[in-house]
C-alpha cells in the first residue's frame, strides 16, 4: 500500500476494450426513444402514435396507460416520495419522457419520434421555489395537495437566537448554489433482455448501486429478486447521477417483457442534461456569529431547497437535507441553528449528486464563504480568522454541536502547508501593490471538513438497506485470487485500490488478484459507490475478509509445519515458526494446501466474505488556496494558481487519490466559473446540452498543485477516510473567496456561483470599477 | 426522409483494413464504426459535436466522428483507438495515458489519444500551451487535465526519442 501502482483497468481502456453499455449488443435488440415534453407543466389531452406506428421498423409504443396495469406509471424514489415513470395525466418539467417509440434501430426510433403527436393544454408553471411555498402557487404534485416537501431542523433555535442577539457582530449573507448537472461523459442508458421462458431480466445498466437496484425492481416489479440480475458493466462517469432510477430504465424492462426482445435505450445528451438528476439547488441565508477579536460563536443557516417534480434525492432515509449539518465546518462553535424547508417545482428530480457527499458540499461553502465575510467585517486576515477558530487538533475525537464525531483532524497544519507552498504572505503584499495600480487580484482559502464513508447502520440506510458494504474473497488453489465487491467503480480505480489492499493484507502480488464489481449474480450485496464511501467501506471489508483468510491459513500453516498456531509469526505472504524463520509456509503453499492437504476439522478452501458496518463516519479535510486575476475591462477571471492541500488519512494509491483530487477539484471549478441550469418563469430550460451548459475543457482549467498531510482515521482498518468528493465540496469556497477578495476593494460583498465574466463585469462597473473600451 | 434511406455504397480502409459496406447517407461514420463495423473504442458522448469522445482520424486529419457522414469516407482511410497499438504494443501515446494516469472511467480516452495522435504528427514537441489547445474539443469530466498534458507530453518525448534513434543508427 502507499505505491502509485499503474491501474489494472487501464489497458483495456486504453486500447478501446472498455464495455459500457452502449457497446451491448444482443441478437434481435431493438432500440427505444422517447417522445418528450415541450412544456414544463401541461395536461395531457390526447396520445396520437398512429403515424409512428405506421412506420416500417417500428416495433412498440408505451405510453403511461399501458404501465398502469402493472403498477409501473409511477415508481417509488430513494426518498420515499414516488416518481412518474411515464405520465398519464400530466407533464410536471420540460424534456419530461412522454411516449416511449421501440424499433429496430435508434435512427428509425428517432424518425418515430417527431411522429407522434400529442396534444397539450398547457398549466401555469412555478420554477422558483421561493415562489412555490407561497399560498396560490400553482401545485406541481396535486397528489400532495402542497409544494412543500419537508421542514427539516438541527440545533437549538432559542439558544442559538441568545447567542446572536449577545453577540458583538453578526454577518448576514444571501448565497445561491446553483443548480448544475453532473455531466458525465457517458448518458445514462441501459439494455433489458427479459427471458419468457425463465421468466427471468437481465438489466446492463449505468448504475452506482447495482444491488439496491434489483430489491427495489423486485418490490415494484413483482419478479422474484432471484429472477433479476443486474450487471453494471464499465461506467463512464457516475458523480451521483447515476445512482437514480430513470423512466427509461423501466420503460425499456417492459419493453423487452412486450416486445419479447432485448431492448436497449441510450440517452442523447441534449435528453439526458435536461431529464436526469439535477445536483445543488439550494437557497441559503447564512449567518455568522463572532466576538470582535474574531472568536466565532455561532452559526444560522435558513435554506430553501429545490427538488423538482418529485422528491428523489439519493440520500440515507434518515436524512432529508442530507448531511447539510456539517456545517459547522472545521470551527470549534458554540451553538448554532440550521433549517431546510423543501419545495416541489417544475423541473427534474435530483439534489445529491456530483460529488457532493449528501449536501456537504452546501455546507462546506456556507460555512467557509461566512468565513471570509465576517473576516472583511472585523478586518482580520482570513487565514488568522480560521487558524484562531479551528478546532484544535488535541481536541479529536470532537463532538459537533450538530452530534458528529470528528474522528481525527489537524487544520492548522493542512492550512499552514497550504501557505507556505503558495507563498501566502508574499501574494499578499502582491496583492497590496497591484491595488495601489488599480490591477484586481484576489486570493481565497478554504478549510473545509468532509463528513463520508456511509455509513454507521444505526443511522445510515436507503430505503431500509443499511449502508454496510462488502467483500468477498477466494484464493484458488495455485494462490491466486479473485475478489468481488458490493461496491461499482465509475471511474475511481476500484481493481487496482481493492487489488492494493488484499496484496497488502495477504502478501499477493497486485497481479494475482482479480477484482470485480457490478454483477448482482456474483457479487456480494452492497450499497454501491457514492458519497465517498467505498475505501471506509468496501475498502475496510477488503481487509476485514483478507484479515479472515489469514487466521485460517494460521491453521493450514501450523499443521504443515507442524507447529503450533500460537508459535507462527505473519510476515507479509509468509508464516514461519518463532525462533525459525527458515520453517516457512508461503500463503501460496497455504492455498495449495487448503485444496489438497487440509486437515481434519479444517474446511477445505480458502475464502472469506466480510459485510463492513462501520463504527462511525469518516472525517477528511484540508485547505486550498486560491490565486485570480480580473480582467476589469472583460470581467474575465484568470486562476492563476491553485495549492490544494488535503488529508484523507492513510492513501492506498497516491497516483489515484492524486487523480481524484485533480477531477474533482475541475468540478469545482466549474461549478465556480461556468456551469449552471435555469428555467425561465415557464420551466424552460437553459443549459440542456454542451452548446449551452459549459464544462470546463483544458484551455481554461487551472494546473493543480497539489500536497498532502496525513492524519490517520482512528477506527478505520488500515487509518484510511476517503477522497473523492472532497475537492468538489472544498474548492468552490475557495474560488468564490478569491474572486470576491479581488472586488473586496470596490466594496463588492459577494456573487453567487458561476462567476461568469458578465457577471463579473457587471459588479465592477456598478461600482464604477469595470473599465470600458 | 425516404430518400435517404436508398443506400449508398461506400469502400473505407479502417484501421489499415479495406471495408465494403451499403450505408444510408444520414449514417454518422461514428455509428458505421461502432455498430457496421463492431469497433465499440470510438465513443458518443453528446449531439452537438462539443465532446470529442468520438474523434477519429480521417486521412490524418482529426475529425469528430459525430459530425461527419459515412460517405463522406467514402475513398478515406481511417484510424481509430483500435488502430494505435501495432503488433501488440502499445502506441506511445497508450503508454503515456497510462503511465501518467490520465485516464479515470475511460470514456474520453479514446477520443482524447486521437487528438492527441493528430496533435503531435503535426506539432512533436508541443508545449503544455499548445497541449492544452490541441485537446480543447475534447471534454474529460474525470481527470482535471493536467494527467492528460502529462501523458501526451511522456509520448511527445517517448516518440521524439524514438524518431532520433532512427536517425542516428547505432554503430
Ligand atoms: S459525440 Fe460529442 S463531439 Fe462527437
Ligand atoms: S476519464 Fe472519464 S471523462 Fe475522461
Redesign the interface.
Given at each position: 500500500m502507499g505505491h502509485g501502482v499503474k491501474r489494472k483497468e487501464d489497458p483495456r481502456f486504453i486500447q478501446g476494450k472498455g464495455n459500457y453499455v452502449d457497446d451491448v449488443k444482443l441478437p434481435g435488440m431493438l432500440f427505444l426513444d422517447f417522445v418528450r415534453s415541450p412544456y414544463a407543466h401541461a395536461r395531457i389531452k390526447s396520445i396520437n402514435a398512429d403515424k409512428a406506428k405506421a412506420l416500417p421498423g417500428v416495433v412498440a409504443v408505451l405510453t403511461g396507460k399501458d404501465l398502469v396495469p402493472l403498477g409501473l406509471d409511477w415508481i417509488p424514489t430513494l426518498s420515499s416520495d414516488k416518481m412518474m415513470v411515464l405520465p398519464t395525466e400530466k407533464v410536471v418539467f420540460q424534456m419530461q419522457e412522454v411516449v416511449g417509440i421501440v424499433a429496430e434501430d435508434r435512427y428509425t426510433a428517432a424518425d418515430a419520434v417527431s411522429l407522434v403527436e400529442v396534444e397539450y393544454e398547457p398549466l401555469p408553471a412555478v420554477t422558483n421555489p421561493m415562489k412555490a411555498l407561497e399560498p396560490g402557487a400553482p401545485i406541481v404534485r396535486p397528489d400532495k395537495g402542497t409544494n412543500h416537501v419537508f421542514h427539516w431542523e438541527v440545533g437549538d433555535k432559542a439558544a442559538t437566537e441568545k447567542l446572536f442577539s449577545g453577540a458583538d457582530v453578526v454577518v448576514k449573507q444571501e448565497l445561491y448554489y446553483p443548480r448544475i448537472h453532473v455531466s458525465y461523459m457517458e448518458t445514462a442508458g441501459c439494455v433489458a433482455d427479459f427471458d419468457q421462458v425463465r421468466g427471468h431480466l437481465t438489466l446492463w445498466m449505468t448504475t452506482q448501486a447495482p444491488h439496491a437496484v434489483r430489491t427495489v425492481a423486485a418490490l415494484v416489479t413483482k419478479i422474484p429478486e432471484n429472477n433479476i440480475r443486474i450487471i453494471s458493466p464499465d461506467i463512464g462517469g457516475g458523480f451521483g447521477g447515476k445512482v437514480y432510477v430513470y423512466p427509461g430504465y423501466i420503460v425499456a424492462a417492459v419493453a423487452s417483457i412486450v416486445t419479447g426482445h432485448p431492448v436497449k435505450w441510450i440517452n442523447d445528451r441534449s435528453d439526458d442534461q435536461p431529464s436526469t438528476a439535477f445536483g445543488r439547488d439550494w437557497h441559503m441565508t447564512a449567518e455568522l456569529a463572532a466576538k470582535k477579536d474574531g472568536t466565532m460563536l455561532g452559526v444560522r443557516i435558513k435554506t430553501v431547497s429545490d427538488h423538482g417534480a418529485f422528491f428523489g434525492d439519493a440520500n440515507p432515509s434518515k436524512f432529508p437535507a442530507g448531511l447539510f449539518s456539517i456545517c459547522t465546518g472545521s470551527y470549534d462553535l458554540k451553538g448554532g441553528f440550521a433549517e431546510v424547508d423543501g419545495a416541489y417545482t417544475n423541473k427534474p428530480l435530483g439534489g445529491i449528486t456530483y460529488r457532493c457527499s449528501f449536501r456537504v458540499t452546501e455546507a462546506v461553502y456556507a460555512i467557509e464563504r461566512m468565513v471570509d465575510v465576517l473576516a472583511y467585517k472585523i478586518g482580520m486576515d482570513p487565514t488568522d480568522l480560521r487558524m484562531k477558530n479551528f478546532i484544535p487538533s488535541n481536541k479529536f475525537p470532537y463532538k459537533s454541536i450538530f452530534g458528529w464525531t470528528y474522528d481525527s483532524g489537524n487544520y492548522t497544519a493542512a492550512l499552514k502547508k497550504a501557505m507556505d507552498k503558495i507563498g501566502y504572505w508574499d501574494l499578499r503584499k502582491e496583492q497590496a501593490e497591484k491595488r495601489k495600480k488599480g490591477e484586481l487580484m484576489g486570493i481565497g482559502v478554504s478549510s473545509f471538513t468532509e463528513i463520508v464513508g456511509a455509513g454507521p447502520s444505526a443511522q445510515f440506510d436507503i430505503l431500509g438497506i443499511k449502508m454496510f458494504d462488502s467483500a468477498e474473497i477466494r484464493i484458488h488453489p495455485t494462490g491466486k485470487a479473485i475478489a468481488r465487491f458490493g461496491t461499482k467503480s465509475q471511474g475511481q480505480g476500484h481493481e487496482t485500490t481493492y487489488a492494493q489492499i488484499i496484496a497488502e493484507e495477504l502478501g499477493l502480488p497486485i497481479e494475482d488478484i482479480t477484482v470485480e464489481e457490478g454483477d448482482t449474480d456474483t457479487a456480494p450485496y452492497g450499497l454501491g459507490t457514492y458519497a465517498s464511501r467505498s475505501t471506509p467501506t468496501a475498502g475496510a471489508a477488503a481487509a476485514m475478509a483478507s484479515r479472515k483468510i489469514r487466521d485460517k491459513a494460521r491453521k493450514l500453516a501450523a499443521h504443515l509445519l507442524e507447529a503450533r498456531e500460537e508459535d507462527l509469526v505473519w510476515e507479509r505472504g509468509k508464516f514461519y515458526v518463532k525462533g525459525s524463520p527458515e520453517r516457512a509456509k508461503t500463503i501460496q503453499d497455504i492455498a495449495f494446501a487448503a485444496y489438497t492437504n487440509h486437515p481434519p476439522g479444517v474446511e477445505a478452501g480458502l475464502e472469506a466474505v466480510d459485510y463492513y458496518d462501520p463504527p462511525n463516519m469518516t472525517f477528511p479535510f484540508g485547505s486550498y488556496i486560491c490565486v485570480v486575476d480580473i480582467d476589469r475591462g472583460t470581467g474575465q477571471p484568470k486562476v492563476r494558481r491553485f495549492v490544494a492541500v488535503d488529508d484523507c488519512g492513510n492513501i492506498i494509491n497516491p497516483l489515484i487519490v492524486e487523480g481524484q483530487i485533480h477531477g474533482a477539484l475541475a468540478m469545482g471549478f466549474g461549478t465556480s466559473f461556468l456551469e449552471e441550469i435555469k428555467y425561465d418563469e415557464d420551466g424552460n430550460v437553459f443549459g440542456a446540452n454542451f452548446m449551452d451548459y459549459l464544462i470546463p475543457t483544458a484551455v481554461e482549467t487551472p494546473k493543480w498543485e497539489t500536497e498532502k498531510t496525513t492524519t490517520p482515521s482512528p477506527h478505520h482498518p488500515f487509518g484510511a477516510k476517503g477522497v473523492g468528493e472532497s475537492a468538489t465540496v472544498g474548492s468552490p469556497a475557495a474560488f468564490v473567496n478569491a474572486v470576491v477578495d479581488a472586488l473586496s476593494q470596490g466594496g463588492i460583498p459577494h456573487i453567487d456561483m458561476p462567476l461568469s465574466p458578465w457577471k463579473i463585469w457587471n459588479a465592477l462597473k456598478e461600482k464604477g470599477l469595470a473599465m470600458e473600451a | 426522409?425516404e430518400g435517404g434511406k436508398t443506400k449508398m455504397h461506400i469502400a473505407v480502409t479502417l484501421n489499415g483494413k479495406k471495408y465494403d459496406a451499403d450505408v444510408?447517407p444520414?449514417?454518422l461514420l461514428v455509428?458505421f464504426i461502432?455498430?457496421n463495423l463492431?469497433?465499440?473504442?470510438?465513443?458518443?458522448?453528446?449531439?452537438?459535436s462539443?465532446?470529442g469522445?468520438c474523434t477519429v482520424l480521417v486521412d490524418g486529419k482529426a475529425v469528430k466522428s459525430c459530425t461527419v457522414l459515412a460517405v463522406q469516407t467514402n475513398g478515406k482511410e481511417v484510424l481509430?483507438?483500435?488502430g494505435?497499438?501495432k503488433g501488440g504494443k502499445?502506441h506511445p501515446i497508450?503508454e503515456g495515458?497510462?503511465?501518467k494516469?490520465g485516464?479515470?472511467?475511460?470514456?474520453?480516452?479514446?477520443g482524447m489519444?486521437m487528438a492527441a495522435y493528430a496533435l503531435l504528427q503535426k506539432n512533436p514537441s508541443p508545449s503544455?500551451e499548445e497541449?492544452?489547445?490541441g485537446?480543447?474539443?475534447?471534454?474529460?469530466?474525470?481527470?482535471?487535465?493536467?494527467?492528460?498534458?502529462e501523458s501526451i507530453q511522456y509520448a511527445a518525448d517517448k516518440m521524439m526519442m524514438a524518431e532520433r534513434k532512427m536517425e542516428v543508427p547505432a554503430k
Open positions: - | 426522409m444510408e444520414r449514417l455509428h461502432r455498430e463492431g469497433l465499440t473504442g470510438t465513443h458518443i458522448g453528446c449531439d452537438t462539443n465532446c469522445a481509430t483507438v483500435e494505435l497499438a502499445l497508450q495515458f497510462w503511465e494516469h485516464l479515470q472511467c475511460g470514456f474520453c480516452t479514446p489519444m503544455e497541449i492544452r489547445r485537446i480543447s474539443g475534447n471534454l474529460c469530466r474525470c481527470t482535471g487535465y493536467v494527467k492528460i498534458v
